[in-house]
């Protein structure tokens, strides 16, 4: 059996001169690049729902705002990675003032789970988000039916689950004092029928 290529290694500073001249976005994981596959239109509607009922509870006086997915997250110094939306409080702390497109200061991240990029978001992505600092509150929300997790941060640096299910539900963001309508979210998005609500 042949070996399997490997990937060439790329610096920080390689991945983004390549990416900020790219047509397509590529996440950055300790040396190695990875293409990001195109998003399906559940996924896209999941997205702009996010973000009209984040920006209205935020809209006013509070210290916080949204930041849409095309701003990547810097983790450490080795790692670079697009989540699905951000919220960040106080002022934006950026990777490079002269680009202000790598943020590495987010209060809440959310990713949108999909059959292709879910073992990520619960696996290194997940890992690696742990990892920062101002990082209050990881939210991942279901395509597949009306279920929201929240992961929230404890004073001791622990992180507890909770999982909110179905469309009267709200996810509860404590760190920056919102709340969601799970209707709100899944506006527009059709799931499949169960067998008990559609009997033969």
Same mark, same amino acid.
Not at 10 to 35: H, N, Q
């Given at each position: 059996?042949? #070996?399997?290529? %490997?990937?060439?290694?790329?610096?920080?500073?390689?991945?983004? #001169? !390549?990416?900020? #001249?790219?047509?397509?976005?590529s996440?950055?994981?300790? *040396?190695?690049?990875?293409?990001?596959?195109?998003? @399906?239109?559940?996924?896209?509607? !999941?997205?702009?729902?996010?973000?009209?009922?984040?920006?209205?509870?935020?809209?006013?006086?509070?210290? /916080?705002?949204?930041?849409?997915?095309?701003?990547?997250?810097?983790?450490?110094?080795?790692?670079?990675?697009?989540?699905?939306?951000?919220?960040? /409080?106080? +002022?934006?702390?950026?990777?490079?003032?002269?680009?202000?497109?790598?943020?590495?200061?987010?209060?809440?991240?959310?990713? !949108?789970? @999909?059959?292709?990029?879910?073992?990520?978001?619960?696996?290194? +992505?997940?890992?690696?988000?742990? %990892?920062?600092?101002s990082?209050?509150?990881?939210?991942?929300? @279901? %395509?597949? =039916?009306?279920?929201?997790?929240?992961?929230?941060?404890?004073?001791?640096?622990?992180?507890?689950?909770?999982?909110e299910? *179905?469309?009267? *539900?709200?996810?509860?963001?404590?760190?920056?004092?919102?709340?969601?309508?799970?209707?709100?979210?899944?506006?527009? !998005?059709?799931?499949?029928? @169960?067998?008990? =609500?559609?009997?033969?």
């Amino acid at each position: 059996m042949s #070996a399997q290529p %490997q990937r060439p290694f790329v610096t920080p500073a390689e991945y983004l #001169a !390549i990416e900020r #001249a790219a047509d397509y976005k590529s996440e950055y994981f300790a *040396g190695e690049m990875f293409a990001m596959a195109g998003a @399906s239109d559940p996924h896209e509607t !999941i997205v702009v729902n996010l973000t009209r009922e984040v920006s209205n509870e935020l809209r006013g006086s509070k210290p /916080c705002r949204p930041k849409g997915g095309n701003l990547r997250v810097r983790v450490r110094l080795s790692n670079y990675l697009y989540p699905d939306m951000t919220i960040v /409080c106080g +002022k934006p702390d950026y990777d490079d003032d002269a680009y202000l497109d790598t943020l590495i200061n987010p209060t809440v991240i959310f990713e !949108i789970l @999909s059959e292709s990029t879910e073992h990520k978001d619960r696996g290194i +992505k997940w890992k690696l988000y742990q %990892q920062i600092a101002s990082l209050q509150h990881y939210v991942l929300i @279901s %395509q597949e =039916e009306p279920v929201v997790e929240v992961y929230t941060k404890t004073p001791d640096g622990d992180w507890l689950m909770h999982v909110e299910r *179905g469309m009267d *539900g709200n996810l509860r963001l404590p760190a920056v004092d919102i709340s969601l309508p799970l209707s709100g979210l899944y506006e527009d !998005i059709t799931f499949p029928a @169960s067998e008990t =609500e559609n009997p033969s």
